[in-house]
């Protein structure tokens, strides 16, 4: 367990990183007193919502950690969760304080060129990547070490006093706990951040650009500052906070799968079927997760400190360079650990795969494919999205129509988007489990995201240039400042295709591990491992959970859609309240009322964000302890399917009405003004809840709904409560 | 087996009296000479589109059952295949030449008043009923007693030598290939008809009324014939071959479950497992589902007679009349038949439920449950989608803020109304189960379709009455009769609801049973069936399959939108194309060319019909021989997920857009020719092939993808063919 100490040190070196490159940023000069102004605003509005949101999140981790503490009687897992919590929150308000103060500095950078811009922007939005990076490894490390004896091949339980009535494994609990604890943060940061976002979006956009005739990031427009704040608290905390989940969840769904194959794993052994493994072998599956997730944040830090000091004339290169570079590094420093660490094991788990030695090499085909897979889906999504493509070209030339054939081919476009990915994804598993069974399935989560503080920092990159020229907008600077910070942004959108690829295949691959963790931990003993009685796919218990878990992302986009419309409700009445009562903001002579905004915004997306986030925690609950723990696998395993299709379906519905509309402005079928143009907007404004809010917080659903049952799933009964 | 000759009896008297009702619709006047031209021409179309897509699809359905008899070395399965085909086109030809020749005597009738309108209509739509419930029943019984010997209890090959390498079982073999039969015609009607209908109408509306400014129905439209034409091949013959094949579906289900138990049912006898039931209860199970359908089949039959000699002088009164009347004999008759045919049996199938005796009354419970949902599923979709309730209302009220917002709102709203219908659909799943077993679920879809005579009746009487104004408009009658006709068609309406709620649960329960079979046929020995090994939960194959069958509902609903689109694009271009060559046709000198027009429909549908139905019948078979058994069972399950919750969203989501649409237009908001109703139009066009398209081919998908896997399952691989 020693060899813990290489990740931890990784994961303080990340962080410590993350300190320099965050006072590297302050260091640059944040312009003149307007833009400090604008940007102060910005600062303060992200951090009133961070604070709102953080309350309310605490209060429901507290009440959960209160809960694991009472009924397992354990202090350990309730301290787990709620470090799992904070490690989470702290890389959240890390990376938005410094995105938040990166905006004006990147608006003054861009007064002296674009090679000064991109080093700002890039600075900091590798404060974000590097914490994310940072602090989930550095927790998780200590963590384990602090509990290091639950962790410890004698000290795991046998099977036949494990498994018990309410048996649960000790070791299982303190890593699943961590990662709920980041789970609840990162649902509740996705769900708020994209209703804020979006409800300010299009809130400003309705009143200032259609109702008012003021541009974009007017600062007539009280709603403007709360624009730019969306941007910050659903771009840059969200997705920190989405992408550091799947980290932690990828890494500890493979370290849980490795403790119940010590426990339950059928070997051949002179003849004779023996179960469990050898200590070698249980120690290099259980550290080998987290040691690649180790030389992935090296490998990471080395590629951002590489890009971060580039003199880039080219951002789109610079940041592909950075993207290869890294992707290398990543690569050889695995295949280095996997020689060093992993056991020669031959994985033959639950669904036996083949009686023979297997190399370890197997472990690497494992990681590659995941890797590969996740580029391709990336790949998929921007072809689906990209106006560079027929897809996009066409939905655009539809257009010419109206609107109603615009939505109509949008939505198709969508939903036959997801027939691609998904046998990428069906390949992609298959690979993974005939390299290395299932727990192939959960190192390949972690070959997808083992350069996540790379990841993290090019997308976290893309809202700091967009905020820096809403800055330069607001502030009145020369145009050509913001043809350059527009120009940043810009390949920031392309990159952020990349993340949302990842993000949902590793998300797939998560779940899937976290799924069969916790069909695993329902059985009895480690002959029923192999074959469930108590999960049994013609049980009616587990239909019902399938079709209730394929129903809920559906009742879930609606419950997000609403918390959206809602919430530009009231900003909208207020907008228009500021203009009609204060004739002197709209000529300019008044300043508008930003701050009023941001409350009614961030009110309205806290409140609104409850009811989901607390749906999510609480349906494996209500579904376990009324129909049983075979309904649970049912509910996870539908909605893993249900959830997969709609984040494909709403982020490339979305993404090419979004782009569509851009086509069209490039000068195609008429350009701006036209009946086509304004057909495109609508396409725009309805894709954009869809994209921005419901697209991303599917992968977090899923992957909550899973890890929550495998906390929690030793308490469901075997039977339906009335059987 | 001799009880066969009593459905046989009821099925051919329903055939008996739906030529009576055809003869009598006959005697009615046809109305003057343009009346006449008018329903000639739609007469043509129709058949025309009724010929044209039978040979596509008897191409496809020889194929199969050529392949059938090859691979099986068996003349049994394709014979009862293709009549199974061929009874459910016989009755489609039948309705459709009925209703095709009901419309202009109904207009007719309407010249003298509501009560002779009505009685001309319901005649005229009974002949569809009447044939659906005749055809069928008499069909089944008829494959029954032909190959009576297979069903027989001792030559029911036992287990040992029934489930060899492939190995099938010969009755089950029998009636899932006559269902695979109905189900071929049922999903090509339902594409073929659905792309039809909607092809024709957005292209009527959208070059007639948008862009030339005529009033829909108006003779001068060269689309206006294809429209009505649509509304008999989209809404009669497709909605019948539907009803028919959920209806043969879930009878044969029900009948494979009671083959399969025979064989591997485990009973405590004298303290000892046993496997097989008694010949008593073996022929109680296995004939109660037919005897079911055949006394409902009389009901209906008493109801539809009932009915359509009423002197109605409010259609809504008597047709909800006949609905409970129509229940009442169908619950009582069902009562007496599991009274006298039913054994006593305990329903301890695969799921161990009780192993105490229980009693026959307890299927009557299954049936009960299987009917409350289908009404309380029905009143939710009526919620839902009517402007009398709060949902619609809101949707409405929404559209005040534009056309983006109502869009949102109304995706929001469908993917909403999905929740209350599953939970709904999983407590009447549980207590069919509770009651009696998995049987219990297959004879609880029986519960909602028995009267299917009479519904199918109701339903179909809707597009007659719309047809009917449609020539009363073409034929430019006294503006009093087209208002006799609608009040007829709006009765049509909220009926057709409640056939809609019907589908779709009985098409969940249905699907469901044919899972259970299909597992059951992938087990090797009767101790398998108990707890399958072939087919695990846990199985990366099943979950590769359930992602892929999640996806496909999604993939096919993008088909279908597309072709959709598609032929409505062809209709466009030659609406626009006779309107400009020939002048005449606007100033009402020139007859437009409809028979131009309907070609392009037909051919435009029919061949993008093909390829979503070549991917449904598909799909099992590329996953079943790539990824085995498991896999496809993953794939059902999944699919029926993702089916059911699009079935709902598209349907629900449609029909508020269109009643919100309505809403506005009864006066609210400002009424006709405001920005809110022209918002509220555009809804209305997204949502229309959603709901008359996508929604009802939904159920199809999934019971076709299920009996295919059924009959076709044996030849599966138990693993992936690369392991």
Known sequence: MNALYLPLTAGVLSTIFAFIMLARTLKFSPGNKTMQKLSGYVQEGASAFLSEEARKIFLVAVLIAAALGIIFQSFKYPIALLFGALVSELAGVMGMYAATRANARVTQGATKGLSEAFKVAFSGGSVMGLSVAGFSLTGL??????????????????????????????????????????????????????????AADMSADLVGKVEAGIPEDDPRNPATIADNVGDNVGDVAGLGADILESYVASVVSAIVLAIFMKLADKQMINGQVQYGMSPEQYYGLIL??????????????????????MKAKDARKALGFGNVFTGILVLASTAIVIGIAAPDYAFKDTFILNPEFVSRWRLFLAIASGLIAGLIISKLSEYYTSYDYKPTQDLAEKTKSGVAINITSGLALGMGSTFWPVIVLAIAILGAYWSAGVYGIAIAALGMLSFVGYIVSVDS?????????????????????????????SVGNTTAAIGKGFAIGSAAFAALALIVSYIWSAAHSAEEIVNNPVINLVSPYTIIGSIIGAMLPFFFTSLLIRGVADTADLMITEIRRQFREHKGILTGEETPDYKRCIEITTKGAVSRMLLPGIIAIATPFVVGFLFGKAAVAGLLLGGLGSAIMIALFTANSGGAWDNAKKYIESGHFGGKGTDVHSAAVVGDTVGDPLKDTVGPSMDILIKLMSVVSLVFGSLFPDKPFFM
């Open 461 to 489: 990159y893309g809202p700091v240039a967009d905020n820096a020229g809403g800055i330069a907008q607001m502030a009145e600077l020369d145009p050509k400042v913001r043809e350059i910070t527009d120009r940043l942004d």
């Open 288 to 309: 080998l997760p987290i040691l690649i997730a180790g030389v992935g944040v090296l490998s990471s830090l080395v590629g951002v400190l590489v890009v971060a000091n």
């Open 141 to 198: 490390s200590i963590i384990m070490l602090v509990f290091k004896d639950s962790f410890l091949y004698n000290n795991i339980t046998e099977i036949s006093q494990a498994f018990g009535k309410i048996s649960f494994l000790d070791p299982v609990m303190i890593v699943s706990s961590y990662s709920l604890g980041a789970s609840l943060i990162a649902l509740f940061d996705r769900v708020g951040g994209g209703m804020y976002t979006k």
